[in-house]
Nanobody, 123 residues
Framework: VQLQASGGGLVQTGGSLRLSCAAS????????MAWFRQAPGKEREVVSA???????YYGESVRGRFTASRVNAENTVYLQMNSLKPEDTAVYYC??????????????????WGQGTLVTVSS
């Protein structure tokens, strides 16, 4: 299994970015796919998750600004990030949980991780 995250970069406050996570070796709609982020000196936190059923979960700090989606035919998940803030600056990781655990916000349940892509929001 490989997860390849991309799309990070430098953006100004209020701007937008779209992250992509291309998966190989697994089927998206049989796994929970999530985005986590980790800022310097902080713990990894969940950004969003798409369950195998298609339902979504968002961390409180991004709710209403970020939208997660998946395209099964492309085996790719996306994270559309709007109204970005400096506090969104972090390395963003995509992850897959093959067991479809209930606790989608718990990083420990995820079996596979991408390499991370850096998002920097300037003030």
């Amino acid at each position: 299994v490989q997860l390849q995250a991309s799309g990070g970069g430098l953006v100004q406050t209020g701007g937008s970015l779209r992250l992509s996570c291309a998966a190989s070796g697994l089927t998206l709609n049989r796994n929970t796919m999530a985005w986590f982020r980790q800022a310097p000196g902080k713990e990894r936190e969940v950004v969003s998750a798409i369950r195998w059923s298609g339902s979504t979960y968002y961390g409180e700090s991004v709710r209403g600004r970020f939208t997660a989606s998946r395209v099964n035919a492309e085996n790719t998940v996306y994270l559309q990030m709007n109204s970005l803030k400096p506090e969104d600056t972090a390395v963003y990781y995509c992850a897959a949980d093959r067991d479809r655990s209930v606790s989608v916000s718990d990083a420990r349940v995820y079996d596979y991780w991408g390499q991370g892509t850096l998002v920097t929001v300037s003030s």
